[in-house]
Nanobody
C-alpha cells in the first residue's frame, strides 16, 4: 500500500495555470503506475492523465490534451500535474492514484488503481 497526499489546488482565474503535486510514502513509488482523476459536483469521476513507472509513457483524457502535463520524480516520490489555460469546466476535486503496472491497459478507469489520495480542490473562475 502507498499513501498519497495531494497539494497545490486553489482558486484561479480562467486562463491561468496551476500545478498539483502528489506526495507518496510507503512502498516504492517507482513500482506503481500513477494517475490523476477529477470529480465535479454531480458528475462521475473522470480520467485526467496517467504515467508509467519510469515516465516513458503518458496518456491524457480528451478534455485536457494539449493543456495538462503529467510528470513524476521517482527520486522525490512525487507526482505532478501541470495545468495550463484552465477553463471553468476544469473545476473539480482532483485525485491522484497508484496502481500496479499490470493495470496499464486499463489506466483510464478507476478500477486500475488501488490507492487514492484525499483530493485537492481546483476552482477556475470565469
Amino acid at each position: 500500500q502507498v499513501q498519497l497526499v495531494e497539494s497545490g489546488g486553489g482558486l484561479v482565474q480562467a486562463g491561468d495555470s496551476l500545478t498539483l503535486a502528489c506526495a507518496a510514502s510507503g512502498r516504492t513509488f517507482s513500482s506503481y503506475i500513477m494517475g490523476w482523476f477529477r470529480q465535479a459536483p454531480g458528475k462521475e469521476r473522470e480520467f485526467v492523465a496517467a504515467i508509467s513507472r519510469n515516465g516513458g509513457n503518458r496518456d491524457y483524457g480528451d478534455s485536457v490534451k494539449g493543456r495538462f502535463t503529467i510528470s513524476r520524480d521517482n527520486a522525490k516520490n512525487t507526482l505532478y500535474l501541470q495545468m495550463k489555460s484552465l477553463k471553468a469546466e476544469d473545476t473539480a476535486v482532483y485525485y491522484c492514484a497508484a496502481g500496479p503496472p499490470t493495470n496499464w491497459g486499463t489506466r483510464t478507469t478507476s478500477a486500475a488503481y488501488n490507492d487514492w489520495g484525499q483530493g485537492t480542490q481546483v476552482t477556475a473562475s470565469s
